[in-house]
């Protein structure tokens, strides 16, 4: 799917390079990460904790087409799906899906665009999301057609255009909406220039959030994943010599005004938002070793360093290729070839699926029960399932009721209007 080629082309471009240009020996399970020697890491302090958490059972929520979840409520009540199509038609666009009410509900006729598809307002009362004009799964097609800035309230329906351009990074409940915004070229340059700009939440106001360049820049790409507090900024720098020469990656993390730059030995694991631990503390990242890659976590505070998986690579497959956190930040399920789930500090890997079974784009929701996931249709499109989660014995009444008013809802629904 688009998205799952845009948050993983980076890595699986990293890690390639390390797969052919070393031999990779490693093999065998995943192996449970130590804390960087001389920087020990805390227990988690919360409940969610990997040795304690469990599946109870899954439902499919919605079919038909090629879906995609954009963003949950913190609630996990309801969710932002896109749904998109090779060809224009009148039920691609972007829905929304009532957990609670068991509905789906088609907010614009627009085709929101990949990366991020749409987010929740801070207070779950609006919408917003990148889109063009159309439906289209091809990347070389999206690139072409113009996209516009909107906003929804869903309450009303009623949607406004705010900018041109885009997309969205962050709506952050004090500093409002982080966007990409092209602005005119200025200096020995008339160029366009893409920068990260920051609108206030009711949009009546828009500043520069960071000076630092998007986009392609010659044989260089650059690109920024802001942290869920707006106060840093993960930098990624992608050069591209000419051949026969390999890519270059370079990733820091830095303040929004270019300051306090702090470069990591490696890559983004993952070019999504879910890299960043939900209060911004974690980022992860991918060493590239000639032994194949590891999978590392950096505290921003300390600038300690945690080795979470010291064998992400095996032979030339990836064992993992995807994270998502916890709501609290102390744990994290893994995607790859099964789900695997761990806790922050390296400790507690284990299997939380058996091997063989698609999950795909997963998501923990924001309320720590529900677990989103996509999973392939039997005529290739793409659907929509949640998975209810169980952290404790104590916790597992409540998880099987949830799970059985699931279960009596009326789903899967079919995104149709």
Not at 137 to 148: G, I, V
């Amino acid at each position: 799917m688009l998205r799952r080629w845009q948050g993983t082309l980076l890595l699986a471009a990293a890690l390639g390079l390390a797969l052919t240009g070393a031999a990779c020996r490693q093999g065998g399970t995943p192996t449970v990460g130590t804390p960087n020697p001389g920087h020990p890491t805390p227990e988690p302090a919360t409940p969610t904790r990997a040795q304690d958490t469990t599946i109870v059972g899954e439902v499919k929520l919605a079919q038909g087409g090629l879906l995609q979840l954009a963003s949950s409520t913190p609630q996990g009540d309801r969710l932002l799906v896109a749904k998109l199509a090779s060809n224009p038609s009148p039920d691609c666009g972007l829905w929304l899906v009532d957990l609670g009410r068991g509905t789906a509900q088609k907010l614009s006729n627009d085709s929101p665009t990949p990366f991020p598809l749409a987010l929740f307002s801070p207070d779950s009362q609006e919408a917003l999301f990148y889109a063009l004009d159309g439906c289209s799964p091809d990347p070389t097609e999206l690139a072409k057609r113009p996209t516009n800035l909107w906003k929804l309230d869903l309450a009303s329906g009623q949607a406004s255009t705010l900018e041109p351009g885009g997309p969205p990074y962050r709506w952050l409940a004090e500093a409002g909406i982080i966007f990409e915004r092209r602005v005119e070229g200025s200096g020995n340059s008339n160029a366009p220039q893409t920068q990260l700009w920051q609108m206030s939440g009711d949009s009546s106001q828009a500043r520069v959030f960071s000076p630092l360049p998007l986009g392609l820049r010659g044989d260089t790409d650059f690109r920024a994943l802001v942290s869920p507090s707006g106060d840093r900024i993960a930098y990624l720098e992608s050069r591209f010599p000419p051949p026969p020469a390999n890519p270059v990656y370079q990733v820091a993390l830095l303040a929004p005004d270019g300051t306090s730059r702090v470069e990591l030995s490696g890559v983004p694991f993952q070019f999504s938002p879910e890299a960043w631990s939900p209060a911004g503390t974690r980022f992860l990242y991918a060493k590239l070793l000639e032994s194949g890659a590891q999978l590392w976590a950096r505290e921003v505070a300390t600038g300690r360093d945690v080795l979470l998986l010291d064998k992400l690579t095996t032979g030339s497959t990836a064992l993992a290729w995807r994270a998502t956190w916890a709501p609290d930040g102390q744990a994290l399920i893994l995607e790859g070839r099964q789900l695997y789930v761990l806790n922050a500090n390296g400790s507690g890997l284990r299997p939380l699926t058996p091997a063989g079974q698609e999950y795909s784009e997963v998501r923990w929701g924001e309320d720590g029960r529900h677990l989103f996931f996509e999973r392939q249709s039997g005529d290739g499109g793409q659907e929509l399932w949640v998975a209810v989660l169980a952290h404790n014995k104590a916790d597992l009444p409540a998880a099987q009721e949830e799970l059985q008013r699931l279960q009596a809802g009326p789903w899967p629904l079919t995104l149709v209007p």
